[in-house]
C-alpha cells in the first residue's frame, strides 16, 4: 500500500505561479511511476503530466507544456508539480497518482494503469 498527500493548492491569480507536493509512505516510492491528474466540477478526471520512477523520462498534456513541470525527489518520496503561467482553465482539483512499476523509464497518462490515489488540492485560478 502507498498512502498519497497532496498540498499546496489554492487561489492565484491568472498568470501566476503555484507548486503543487505530493508526499508518498508506505513502500518503496523510487519503484513507483507518479503522475498528476486533475479533475473540474462536471468533468472526468484528465491527465497532466507523469514522471518515471528514474526521474529521467516525463510527458505532458499539450496544453500545459511549456508552462507545468513535473519533478521528483526519491529521497524524500515527493513528487512536485510547478504550474506557471496558469490560466482559468487550469482550475480543478489535482490529484496525484501511484503505479509500481520494474521498468526505470516508464511514464504512464491512463488513469486505469495507476493503483493508488491522493485526495485531491484544489487549484483556483481567477481571471
Known amino acids: 500500500q502507498v498512502q498519497l498527500v497532496e498540498s499546496g493548492g489554492g487561489l492565484v491569480q491568472a498568470g501566476g505561479s503555484l507548486r503543487l507536493s505530493c508526499a508518498a509512505s508506505?513502500?518503496?516510492?523510487?519503484?513507483?511511476?507518479m503522475g498528476w491528474f486533475r479533475q473540474a466540477p462536471g468533468k472526468e478526471r484528465y491527465f497532466v503530466a507523469t514522471?518515471?520512477?528514474?526521474?529521467?523520462?516525463?510527458y505532458y498534456v499539450d496544453s500545459v507544456k511549456g508552462r507545468f513541470t513535473i519533478s521528483r525527489d526519491n529521497a524524500k518520496s515527493t513528487v512536485y508539480l510547478q504550474m506557471n503561467s496558469l490560466k482559468p482553465e487550469d482550475t480543478a482539483v489535482y490529484y496525484c497518482?501511484?503505479?509500481?512499476?520494474?521498468?526505470?523509464?516508464?511514464?504512464?497518462?491512463?488513469?486505469?494503469?495507476?493503483?493508488?490515489w491522493g485526495q485531491g488540492t484544489q487549484v483556483t485560478v481567477s481571471s
Open positions: 497518482a501511484a503505479a509500481e512499476t520494474r521498468f526505470a523509464k516508464v511514464v504512464l497518462e491512463t488513469t486505469g494503469n495507476y493503483d493508488y
Open positions: 508506505g513502500r518503496t516510492f523510487s519503484s513507483y511511476v
Open positions: 514522471i518515471s520512477w528514474s526521474g529521467d523520462s516525463t
